[in-house]
């Protein structure tokens, strides 16, 4: 099987750190690329700026709060694009605020998750998520 590819757009090192670590424990194989902000995550999607050989991503982690562009944007562009509105975009913020839930899901976001502290908590959220749309979700292909 190959690996689910994933774009993690988050610009805090200490939760890129243990996003990663829980992805190495969490059933399904995953590859995972990083984007600092909002406009390295469309260059990213779009295989644009030293991006072309990158894998189009099957599931995306956004942040909301990011420099240069942040979540909400990224979010807006990639459900307004016919080729990429189709991948699942799952916020992963430490936003506890309603408005927020509320402005991610008109976005069109496929979820919106809270951020964790412990390995193990994020190893069973994400596992969750990845089993859903990895496993469970029939997705129609991108390309």
Known sequence: MNPLNVLLVEDNP???YIISEALKEVMTPTAL???RDGVEAMQVVRREEGHQD???PDLIFLDLNMPRKNGYEVLKELKEDDKLRRIPVIILTSSRE???VVA???LYANGY???K???DEYIGMLEA????WHGTMKLAPLE
């Open 33 to 35: 690329n990083v984007a």
């Open 98 to 100: 309603q408005e927020d």
């Open 104 to 106: 991610a899901y008109h």
């Open 54 to 56: 990158d894998p189009r």
């Open 129 to 132: 998520v990845i089993d859903l």
């Open 113 to 115: 998750l809270e951020k």
């Open 117 to 119: 502290v412990d390995l």
């Open 14 to 16: 200490s939760d890129v």
